[in-house]
């Protein structure tokens, strides 16, 4: 969900950086959306600040729409699908509501071919609500995320594109190589291999952390060598090996 930064960047500064997943460790309250599956939506987590700082946003593989607030303001964006990693400022009880759509699910409205590594505030109705396109929706919170998901796919502002769905879980429908990577393309913003390059270095990461060797990692998950890796680690999700194996 690295995408929105660019559109509400914060003059905020800290030395204090954390990788997205280590945010428990600054003792920030971070809740995941358990019990609940949605064909459209991968996760839901809600991040509450205890101390001002920053943090990295890296790429999931997912675009987002995330709700902002802090003390004085709400801003709702609709983010796209990131290839590179971006930093977020934050102040003590900031607030953050991120909803991660499915690769496969799209925005007609908005597809994803023109919302690679973008993100655009969307305007807002009085204090609980904003406009997208031609609706005008309640602001969603922890607790009405299925509602709200229910609504964006009742009035058809969000689709599930089934040849990429088919496509992300391994078995591809039957057609043309070159129709495959269209659909991709235009409803993910990126291409197949991009996709699967995001995955991977996600795969490593988490890896690193375990405290896997870095030359195991690579072999594992298929690089041409460790070099290959580190630069694939680093170009995406923003950070080396040895700084992810440090955290």
């Known amino acids: 969900m690295a995408s929105y930064l660019g559109a509400i960047a914060s003059s905020r500064n800290s030395g204090d950086t954390a990788l997205a997943g280590g945010l428990a460790a600054k003792m920030h309250e971070v809740v995941t959306l358990e019990g609940w599956s949605s064909p459209h939506v991968e996760a839901v987590t809600h991040t509450r600040f205890a101390t001002g700082g920053s943090m990295r946003m890296q790429p999931d593989g997912c675009w987002d729409v995330v709700i902002f607030r802090n003390a004085d303001t709400t801003t709702v964006l609709r983010t796209g699908l990131t290839t590179a990693a971006v930093t977020h400022d934050y102040a003590a009880g900031d607030e953050i509501l991120a909803i991660a759509f499915k690769p496969s699910s799209f925005m007609p409205l ?37 509602g709200f998901v229910r609504k964006l796919v009742r009035n058809c502002i969000v689709e599930d594109n089934r040849v990429v769905a088919s496509i992300v879980s391994g078995h591809p429908m039957a057609m043309s190589e070159r129709t495959l990577q ?37 072999f594992a998950l298929g690089y041409a060598d460790q070099p290959h890796m580190i630069r694939s680690v680093k170009a995406i999700m923003g950070v080396t090996p040895g700084q992810a194996a440090r955290r």
Do not use: N
């Open 110 to 146: 908005m597809p994803g071919e023109l919302m690679r590594d973008q993100g655009v505030v969307l305007p807002m109705i009085g204090k609980d609500r904003f406009r997208l396109g031609s609706d005008v929706l309640e602001i969603p919170t922890f607790d009405t995320v299925d």
């Open 182 to 218: 269209r659909h991709f393309l235009k409803t993910t913003g990126v291409t197949y291999k991009t996709f699967t390059q995001i995955e991977r270095a996600q795969k490593a990461l988490a890896l690193l952390q375990q405290g896997r060797p870095a030359a195991d990692v690579a």
